[in-house]
């Protein structure tokens, strides 16, 4: 299995709050992606990144910011958490140099809930 | 926006027949792959097939595309209860950067 860790694995917490889910990889990859799936939209990409300080915005990026300072860690943080915003959060990687012409390896998720 | 469909959303066989799931697509593709999620877990990659590729085995598992009807189909054979899982097809996006993902179909195979 891809060296993937997403943590934490679940977290409940208030409206307005700010959260920060964590994505770290063994695999040296240049890609990575945080995606949200949630019932009837499938896996949605919010923001991914092609190197450290490089990323760009997905279909899904209001409310959501990102960064990467080191190649194996890539950070989501939601600024003001909203109840809209409760999903499960799952992070990927690609072996890919350009991004989107090979597989991409999926962490285990972090279930968020936002009261 | 959704760039890959799934059809059926849910799909139930029992164990030993073969289970088809069908992809569309809307724009060209460099590429189109398949994957399976279970219950709780991350997706999994399964099968990448490129555009200028027909068919794709893997197993039990065969993958055709039809560039010209901007489809593809994911053929399991001979189920196993195992392979009860949610599958999805992703493609490139128009840059090559990123995977679009469909929503998925659910199958259940049942003993």
């Known amino acids: 299995d891809a060296g993937i860790t997403q943590s934490p694995r679940h977290k409940v917490t208030e409206t307005g709050t700010p959260v920060t889910l964590r994505c770290h990889q063994t695999e040296n990859h240049r890609y990575m992606y945080w995606y949200r799936q949630d019932p009837g939209h499938g896996l949605r990409l919010i923001h991914y990144?092609?190197?450290?300080?490089?990323?760009d915005k997905g279909e899904v990026s209001d409310g959501y910011s990102v960064s990467r300072s080191k190649t194996e860690d890539f950070l989501l943080t939601l600024e003001s958490a909203t109840s809209s915003q409760t999903s499960v959060y799952f992070c990927?990687?690609?072996?890919?140099?350009?991004?989107?012409?090979?597989?991409?390896?999926f962490g285990d998720g972090t279930r968020l809930s936002i009261l | 926006s959704q760039q890959g469909e799934e059809d059926p959303q849910a799909l139930s066989i029992q164990e030993g027949e073969n289970a088809t799931m069908n992809c569309s697509y809307k724009t060209s593709i460099n590429n189109l792959q398949w994957y399976r999620q279970n219950s709780g877990r991350g997706l999994v990659h399964l099968i990448l097939i490129r555009s200028n590729e027909r068919e794709k085995h893997s197993g039990r598992l065969r993958v055709t595309l039809d560039t010209s009807k901007k489809s593809s189909s994911l053929l399991i054979t001979a189920s196993r209860a195992a392979d009860t899982a949610s599958y999805f097809c992703a493609t490139d996006n128009q840059a090559g950067t990123a995977l679009i993902f469909g929503k998925g179909t659910t199958l259940s195979v049942s003993s």
């Open positions: 990927a990687i690609s072996e890919s140099t350009t991004g989107g012409n090979q597989p991409q390896h």
């Open positions: 990144s092609y190197g450290v300080k490089d990323t």
